[in-house]
């Protein structure tokens, strides 16, 4: 047709036989007679599919779904549990799932505190990959059957998840509630449950609040403490010697590479809160005990406080029924939702929010794709080979470790102060943070589409180095690392001892030694962790023979570290020098201890 209409003439028609051949070279020489109007009738017909499609599609699914190669199941349980009580009742999930032909691998993972990415109440996780998808059934059936096997476990909730498809990541469905009234936020999370669990088709909603709980605060009446000759920070080591102890110095093994921690604290069987009432304190007036000026109050638990952009948020997130279509179930939520009142904000991300990426993407492709193929019809041997636009932006992840601060010390006096420095960083797009109540903040700092990542990390590396002198003491001496890295998995190793020789201690230690290092090493890798115990040197204390010998706790720290510390002594004979000297010497002092004997020989007291 193009041709014709510009000015050639079609090949005569070859005769055939007649049928139905014969009538398409017919209806071709008919097409070819007028050309224009084939052209102009194939440009409607297109038109018409189109707006068609328009009229009656079924929506858009950008990202199908497929069958996975591997699952997983989140186990989640309220209350204050230890980590062995949160071990068994993963363990008793295991039992019911192990054996199904269909899973090819399990590795199973209880958690003491979950991260970021998991909900508050999720006590672990077990990741299985199956067979090959011609060997087994659909992993629906599959999860339903392990639904099935685990529906009579009391006191659990288990959510069972596919293999993520496309470039999201969690549940498709993500809402993210702000506002400058927390209880506001909490009563419209509430709502949007409801019409949630009213609309249908939303299932395993879930969102990121503070499950309730518990926290002790210990509150000092500094008038009473000063007459008593004691201060805030005299009773904090005393009550740290009941938690995680004191940190004095830290200490490298022979056989290790990493320094380990120091920590003096008081025996198991003394780490009570009822001990904290007996607790004496060692002042200038002699022993008082520290319930003449503390007392000790329950409130309500602060687990993590999260924010985005500066403003608390909450975030909700759901699963899409297995009939259920994500654009028209957004649309009648997003009908139910039209009265928010003045300082409360939703945000919709998730799946949705790449959807709309990805079609805005898509159209400009389009577009620049016809003018391409118009300008490459004129200039077909020099057109060049372009590249796929990077869509993703690139992200910088901060860590930093506060051991002992509660989730809001932690966002007051770490997080808000790099967010702040971080504010006017060149390309910055948001930064989300959470501050955990076991003393870890990770900040997600994300740049523009485009912004050099190696660049970007100079610049967050610079804010983080000029708000150090602001942070704790404590904060600084753990490091405040920077790594440019996602925050999900690529692999996760298991490493076991075939002959139980080695505990989850010595295998830890080998990992950090021989492997770690290796897969650093290996282009592209952005962070290697080690979920296992570290190495530590710990001092007890016996408090019955402190108060004897009229010790406290600050006198002991002062001894260790002073009988600890690596001292750089100089030359003999370095610049300036006397005329006529001719050998330097070093000077060594041997400062740090090598093994337990010798912390075991501190002079406490002289």
């Known amino acids: 047709v193009l041709g014709a209409l510009s000015g050639g003439q079609p090949s005569p028609q070859a005769q055939g036989n007649g049928g139905p051949a014969q009538a398409y070279r017919r209806l071709l020489g008919q097409l070819l007679q007028r050309p224009g109007l084939t052209l102009l009738g194939m440009l409607a017909l297109i038109a018409a599919i189109y707006l068609t499609y328009g009229r009656f599609n079924h929506g858009v699914e950008f990202f199908p779904e497929v069958e996975p190669e591997s699952a997983q199941i989140q186990v989640r349980a309220r209350g204050d549990l230890s980590i062995e009580e949160k071990d068994a009742l993963v363990q008793r999930v295991e039992q019911r799932v192990l054996g199904m032909r269909e899973v090819k691998a399990l590795y199973a993972r209880s958690l003491a505190q979950p991260d970021g990415q998991l909900g508050a109440d999720v006590i672990g996780t077990l990741q299985f990959q199956f067979v090959d998808w011609h060997e087994r059934r659909p992993a629906r059936d599959i999860l339903a059957d392990m639904s099935q096997r685990t529906a009579d476990i009391p006191g659990l909730m288990l959510e069972f998840r596919k293999q993520e498809q496309g470039p999201g990541g969690g549940k498709p469905v993500k809402l993210r509630v702000s506002a400058s009234d927390m209880a506001l936020a909490d009563q419209w999370v509430e709502r949007i449950r409801g019409e949630m669990q009213q609309l249908g088709g939303f299932v395993d909603i879930e969102d990121d609040r503070t499950l309730p709980g518990i926290e002790w ?37 022979e056989d290790a590479t990493d320094e380990v921690d120091i920590r003096v604290r008081f025996p198991q069987s003394w780490r009570s809160l009822d001990q904290l009432g007996r607790l004496t304190l060692n002042t200038s007036a002699g022993q008082v005990p520290l319930s003449n000026f503390v007392e000790l109050h329950p409130a309500q638990r602060v687990g993590t406080l999260r924010r985005v952009d500066g403003e608390r948020s909450i975030t909700l997130q759901t699963d899409l029924a297995e009939d259920a279509r994500l654009d028209e179930r957004l649309r009648a939520l997003r009908a139910s939702l039209t009265d928010l009142p003045d300082g409360v904000t939703i945000t919709f991300a998730g799946e949705d929010a790449d959807q709309r990426e990805a079609a805005n993407f898509l159209i400009t492709a389009f577009v620049v794709a016809i003018f391409i193929c118009l300008a490459g019809l004129l200039a077909i041997p020099s057109l060049p080979v372009a590249q796929y636009p990077n869509v993703a932006p690139p992200q910088i992840m901060i860590y930093a470790t506060y051991p002992g601060a509660s989730a809001t010390i932690l966002n007051e006096t770490v997080t808000s102060l790099i967010e702040e420095e971080l504010n006017g960083a060149k390309g910055l797009l948001y930064y989300e943070s959470s501050s955990s109540s076991n003393g870890m903040a990770e900040i997600n700092v ?27 003491q404590s904060v600084v001496d753990q490091g405040v690392l920077i790594e440019e890295a996602g925050t999900g998995f690529l692999m996760m190793v298991a490493l076991t001892s075939d002959d139980g020789s080695l505990d989850d201690i010595a295998l830890g230690d080998y990992l950090n030694r021989n492997v770690v290092g290796e897969i650093r090493r290996i282009e592209g890798v952005g962070r290697a962790q080690v979920f296992a115990p570290e190495r530590a040197l710990r001092i007890w204390v016996d408090p019955a023979k402190m108060t004897g010998l009229n010790l406290s706790s600050a006198e002991i720290v002062a001894a260790v570290r002073a009988q600890n510390a690596q001292v750089a002594a100089g030359k003999v004979g370095a610049d300036p020098n006397p005329i006529g000297q001719q050998l330097t010497a070093t000077v060594l002092i041997k400062g740090q201890l090598d093994d337990v004997d010798e912390f075991g020989k501190i002079v406490l007291r002289a």
């Not at 000063?226 to 010697?241: H, I, Y």
């Not at 994300?446 to 704790?472: C, H, K, M, S």
Request: charged share 20%; proline share 6%.
């Open 446 to 472: 994300t740049f523009e589409p485009g912004t050099d990542i190696a660049r970007a990390q100079v610049d967050v590396q610079n804010a983080v180095a000029r708000v150090e002198p602001l942070l704790p």
């Open 217 to 253: 605060r210990v509150r000092v009446d500094r008038e009473a403490a000063a007459r008593f000759g004691a201060d805030v920070l005299s009773v904090g080591n005393a009550v740290q010697m009941l938690t995680n102890g004191l940190l004095l110095a830290t200490y490298r093994p």
